[in-house]
């Protein structure tokens, strides 16, 4: 009986060991094959307004069921579907990629509502701090991270450990000293919709 118990003991460890990554992770956001999206919306009575960047770098660290990383995001990788409205955006009376070239996110310490297991979304709402032209502010986001162990299949995504973030959140324009000027005010919304979905990597270079 008591061998029986040993081995039940052994094949529950080993089970919690295939279930979920029991040590420090470190993911890597540089998908090399560009796939990673970050969209917003910017909604007015005369025009809607929609970006796209595939460009998405930073890293992610899980430790004792928190998590804390750093996201960033080139101005001049955003595209809305026309070049002269790119321009304007990445312009110094809109996001001056010239003086601030990246869009950043950070975020530390968040607690984790359950440990990352494989294939098992974790749904988390916290608040991280954006740098967006030159001015830095906290702001509430929730954010969907998926655990992957590496097998055949993932390796068809990418190879290593794998970690999937989905994000929602509202930037307001004014608030990071990008002015709507009287002519815009029915052509730039007041806020910007963002959503994000980026794979991290054990494997991916920085």
């Known amino acids: 009986m008591f061998r029986s118990a040993l081995m039940l003991a052994s094949v529950l460890s080993l ?3 295939a279930a979920e990554p029991t040590s420090a ?3 890597v956001f540089n998908d090399p094959n560009g796939r990673d999206t970050v969209m917003f919306v910017l909604d007015a009575p005369l025009e809607v307004i929609n970006g796209l960047s595939n460009q998405v770098k930073g890293r992610v660290e899980v430790k004792e069921q928190k998590a804390s990383g750093r996201f ?4 001049k990788s955003i595209k809305t579907g026309n070049e002269t409205r790119d321009g304007h955006l990445q312009n110094d009376r809109w996001l001056d990629a010239a003086k601030f070239p990246d869009i950043v996110f950070e975020f530390k310490d968040v607690a984790l509502p ?3 297991a494989n294939a098992k979304p ?3 709402k916290a608040k991280g701090t954006f740098s967006i032209h ?5 702001e509430p986001v929730e954010v969907t991270a998926t655990y992957l162990q590496e097998t055949a299949e993932t390796k068809h995504r990418a190879p290593g450990e794998l970690l999937r ?3 929602k959140f509202q930037i307001p324009v004014e608030a990071y000293g990008i002015k ?3 002519a815009l005010l029915l052509k730039v919304g007041e806020k910007a919709d963002v959503t994000v979905d980026a794979w991290g990597s054990t494997q991916f270079k920085p």
């Open 15 to 17: 089970s919690a060991t």
């Open 25 to 27: 992770k470190s993911f």
């Open 72 to 75: 960033q995001v080139p101005v």
């Open 114 to 116: 359950a440990p990352l």
């Open 122 to 124: 974790v749904t988390v």
């Open 134 to 138: 030159g001015v830095t502010h906290e």
């Open 165 to 167: 973030v989905r994000a």
């Open 180 to 182: 709507r000027t009287e």
